[in-house]
């Protein structure tokens, strides 16, 4: 069975970093890409960003592009975002996804709050 | 970027009903969207993969059509586990992009 957990969400001040974590299980990591989808509250799905089944491309929304920095481990079958910068705008729910084109399965997301 | 307009933005049924949803994007993206069903709290859940191909699981009263710029999601028979929000997503070029969602409401 496919699982992804995410971890790694807080409440954080405006200009401050985070870094979410995702553990994957029930499939090979290293044959798929992975994404970050987050939703703000209320609101709809925004794609962040893929990285591709190596590490060797990655690819960001402009919105985050020079503040978040997507990655992984494959000894570990864990993926990661950096995000630095953080604005108010970024609080959303970030979900851990498989797929960098056609998304299959999801994780049950963190929630990401940037307040002062 | 490609934009996904997605209509309606929310629509009333009752149980029996058939429900469907478009998809446009701003520019052809041949077969590369899918289709994914979120309810309150939950992640989202791929219902069709390349427009058209039921993910495996998924009822049969699900379906999905299209290619280029117009697609579809057909409901029929719509069921009370079916009241949710639906979602399509491009993913022929970078960024990908959703629609805004749809709301099936009873």
């Known amino acids: 069975e496919v699982q992804l957990v995410e971890s790694g969400g807080d409440l954080v001040q405006p200009g401050g970093s985070l870094r979410l974590s995702c553990a994957a299980s029930g499939f090979t990591f290293n044959t798929y890409w992975m994404s970050w989808v987050r939703q703000a509250p209320g609101k709809g799905l925004e794609w962040v960003a893929n990285i591709k089944l190596d590490g060797s491309e990655k690819h960001y929304v402009d919105s985050v592009k020079d503040r978040f920095t997507i990655s992984r481990d494959n000894a570990k079958n864990s993926l990661y975002l950096q995000m630095n910068s953080l604005r108010a705008e970024d609080t959303a729910v970030y979900y851990c996804?498989?797929?960098?084109?056609?998304?299959?399965?999801w994780g049950q997301g963190t929630l990401v709050t940037v307040s002062s | 970027d490609i934009q996904m307009t997605q209509s309606p933005s929310s629509l009333s049924a009752s149980v029996g009903d058939r429900v469907t949803i478009t998809c446009r994007a701003s520019?052809?993206?041949?077969?590369?969207l899918g289709w994914y069903q979120q309810k309150p709290g939950k992640a989202p859940k791929r219902l069709i993969y390349a427009a058209s191909n039921l993910q495996g699981g998924v009822p049969s009263r699900f379906s999905g059509s299209g290619s280029g710029t117009e697609f579809t999601l057909t409901i029929s028979n719509l069921q009370p586990e079916d009241f949710a929000t639906y979602y399509c997503?491009?993913?022929?070029?970078?960024?990908?992009?959703f629609g805004q969602g749809t709301k099936v409401e009873i």
């Open positions: 520019q052809g993206i041949r077969n590369d």
């Open positions: 997503l491009q993913h022929n070029s970078y960024p990908r992009t």
């Open positions: 996804a498989r797929g960098g084109g056609p998304i299959d399965y």
